[in-house]
C-alpha cells in the first residue's frame, strides 16, 4: 500500500494518525527492513565508517515542517544504515555480536505503539507479569535461587552498575570510602565506571593479576584482600569475569566463590558475554561456580540474541536490590509484595517495556531452540580455533573456553614484538577488508592480539569456513610480505 500524501491532518495541533495512514506507515517500515535483513549475507560485514565528512553535512536545526516518511526511509537505508558496522551479518565475529532477533522488533513495536506503564505493577499487572516470568526464566537457567530478584537493564554496563550499588549499600551503608572493590586486569572497562557512578573512587578499585589463560589469579586476590584489611580498609566485593571480552576467559568462579564467603564479602559475577552458555546443561561444567554468585550480570542483547538496549542483572538475595531502589510518593499506589514491581528493583520509574522483547522471543522460538542455537556458537568455535591454530603464522593465545579465542601472528621476518602486533593488526584488517566476515582484536598488556568471537544466531558453518580462510590467506600474505 502507497503512504497516502497527506498522512499530516490538516489541524497543525492534530498529530493524531488515520488508520490508514498508520497501516500503511508501518507496512513501508517493514518492507523496508525485511528487505534489508534479507540482503545482509551481501552486505559487506564492515561499512564504510570514514563517514567523519558526512557527519558534518548532516547536522541541521529542527526542521520546521514535517518531512514524508519515504524520503526520510530512504536516506536512513540507502545512505546512513549502511555507513555503520553490520552488526547484523551472519560474518559478525568482532567484539561481542548478538544478531539481534526479529521477533524482539515486534515486540518493541507492540510495547511503543500500546505504550503501557510498566514501571509500576498497578498499572499494567499482567504485563509487568510477562516481565516477572522473562526474569524468572533467567533465574532458573542460571541456578539462581528462588529468592533471587532481576532487573532489565539497558545493557551489561547498566547492570553492574546496579550490582555495585546494591553491595555497597549492603557491606558499607554511609561508610563508603572505605570500601574497595576487586577486579582481574581482564575485567571489562564498565567496572571502573560503574565503580565511579556508584561513589567507589578509582584508588579503591584494586587490579588483579591474571595467570597464563588470563584468569584471576586467587592467591593475589587472597593478598591484596589481606593487604587492604591491614591496612584498614575495608573490602566488600570482587567482580570476577566469565568470560572475559578480550580473550573469553573465564575466572575460577568457585574458588573466588569460597574466598568471597570466607572473607564476609560479596560477589558478582559478570557475565556479559558468557553466562548464558549456561542455559545449556551439557556446557555448566565450564561456569561451575556461577550459580553460587551473589549477584550476576547478564546481557540479552548478547547471549539471547536480541537487539541492543537489553542487559538484565540477577541479585541472589533480592532484598539487597530492592533496599537500594524502593521508596514510595504520595503520587503513587502504596507498595505492594506480592507481585514483582520494576520501580521497586530497579532505579528507573517511567521507562520502556524491555521485558517483552525477551518474553516475546523466548515464546517464539521456545528455550530448547535457544540451547541449541547456544551450543552450536560454541561447537563453531571449537571448530574454527582447531583449524586457526594450524594456520602457518599464527600462535594461539586463548583457546575457546566458551566461544572466543584469541592469537597473534609471529613467524621470519616478525621477530619483535612490535612487528608481531603490526602483523596481528594487519591480519585483523585484511580480514575484514574483504567484507565477508568483520574480526577486531584487542590490545592485552604489551601484545595486541587478535580475536574471534561466535555468538551471533546468524553465523552458522559456511561462515566459519569463509573466516579460517581468509584469516589462512591474509596470513600468508602477510608472512610473505614480513620475509621480503
Ligand atoms: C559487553 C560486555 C560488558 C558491557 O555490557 P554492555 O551491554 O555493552 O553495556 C561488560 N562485560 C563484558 C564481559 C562484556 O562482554
Given at each position: 500500500m502507497p503512504i497516502p500524501p497527506n498522512v499530516l491532518a490538516s489541524d497543525p495541533a492534530d498529530l493524531e494518525l488515520s488508520p490508514d495512514a498508520m497501516r500503511a506507515m508501518?507496512?513501508?517500515?517493514?518492507?523496508?527492513?525485511?528487505?534489508?535483513l534479507a540482503s545482509l549475507p551481501e552486505q559487506p560485514s564492515r561499512g564504510d565508517v570514514d563517514a567523519a565528512a558526512l557527519c558534518r553535512t548532516m547536522r541541521e536545526p529542527a526542521p520546521e515542517e514535517g518531512a514524508p516518511l519515504d524520503g526520510l526511509l530512504d536516506r536512513l537505508f540507502d545512505e546512513w544504515i549502511p555507513r555503520s558496522f553490520t552488526t547484523t551479518s551472519p560474518?559478525?565475529?568482532a567484539y561481542i555480536p548478538g544478531g539481534g532477533v526479529y521477533p524482539a522488533a515486534l515486540a518493541d513495536f507492540i510495547a511503543d505503539?500500546?505504550?503501557r506503564y510498566t514501571g509500576i505493577w498497578q498499572a499494567a499487572p499482567a504485563l509487568v507479569q510477562l516481565e516477572a516470568n522473562?526474569?524468572?526464566?533467567l533465574r532458573d537457567w542460571m541456578g539462581f535461587p528462588a529468592t533471587a530478584r532481576g532487573l532489565f537493564t539497558t545493557g551489561g554496563s547498566m547492570a553492574m552498575f546496579n550490582a555495585i550499588a546494591a553491595a555497597r549499600e549492603r557491606h558499607l551503608g554511609p561508610e563508603i570510602r572505605r570500601g574497595t572493590i576487586y577486579v582481574s586486569?581482564?575485567?571489562?572497562?564498565?567496572?571502573?565506571?560503574?565503580?565511579?557512578?556508584?561513589?567507589?573512587?578509582?584508588?579503591?578499585?584494586?587490579?588483579?593479576?591474571?595467570d597464563a589463560a588470563y584468569r584471576m589469579q586467587v592467591d593475589a586476590l587472597a593478598a591484596s584482600i589481606a593487604a587492604d584489611r591491614a591496612a584498614g580498609l575495608e573490602p566488600f566485593l570482587v567482580v570476577s569475569s566469565?568470560?572475559?571480552?578480550?580473550?573469553?576467559?573465564?575466572?575460577?568462579?568457585?574458588?573466588?566463590?569460597d574466598l568471597a564467603a570466607h572473607e564476609g564479602m560479596w560477589h558478582h559475577v559478570d557475565g556479559a558475554y558468557g553466562a548464558f552458555f549456561h542455559a545449556v546443561p551439557d556446557l555448566r561444567p565450564l561456569l561451575a561456580g556461577l550459580p553460587r554468585a551473589d549477584s550476576l550480570t547478564l546481557d540479552p542483547h548478547k547471549g539471547m540474541f536480541l537487539p541492543y538496549g537489553t542487559g538484565a542483572l540477577l541479585v541472589r538475595d533480592g532484598e539487597a536490590l530492592r533496599a537500594l531502589h524502593s521508596s514510595t510518593a504520595g503520587y503513587l499506589p502504596p507498595n505492594q509484595d506480592e507481585f514483582h514491581d520494576p520501580a521497586q528493583y530497579g532505579p528507573e520509574l517511567s521507562r520502556g517495556f524491555p521485558g517483552l522483547r525477551v518474553w516475546l522471543s523466548l515464546k517464539l522460538y521456545g528455550a530448547a531452540r535457544y540451547r541449541a542455537a547456544i551450543a552450536e556458537k560454541r561447537a563453531l568455535a571449537l571448530w574454527a580455533a582447531d583449524a586457526v591454530a594450524r594456520i602457518p603464522g599464527i600462535v594461539m593465545d586463548a583457546a575457546p573456553q566458551l566461544s572466543l579465542f584469541a592469537f597473534h601472528?609471529?613467524?621470519?621476518?616478525?621477530?619483535?614484538?612490535?612487528?608481531?602486533?603490526r602483523a596481528t593488526r594487519d591480519l585483523m584488517e585484511q580480514v575484514t577488508r574483504r567484507g565477508k566476515v568483520m574480526v577486531t582484536g584487542a590490545q592485552v598488556g604489551e601484545r595486541f592480539l587478535g580475536r574471534v568471537c561466535v555468538l551471533s544466531f546468524r553465523t552458522r558453518r559456511a561462515e566459519m569456513e569463509t573466516a579460517v580462510a581468509h584469516l589462512r590467506e591474509a596470513a600468508a600474505a602477510i608472512l610473505a610480505g614480513a620475509r621480503a
Open positions: 508501518g507496512e513501508a517500515v517493514v518492507h523496508r527492513a525485511v528487505a534489508h560474518g559478525y565475529l505503539t500500546t505504550n522473562a526474569l524468572e526464566w586486569t581482564q575485567g571489562h572497562h564498565c567496572i571502573a565506571k560503574a565503580a565511579r557512578l556508584a561513589g567507589i573512587a578509582h584508588d579503591r578499585v584494586r587490579s588483579i593479576p591474571v566469565a568470560g572475559t571480552t578480550n580473550t573469553g576467559a573465564v575466572d575460577p568462579l568457585d574458588a573466588i566463590a601472528m609471529e613467524g621470519p621476518g616478525l621477530g619483535t614484538l612490535e612487528a608481531q602486533n
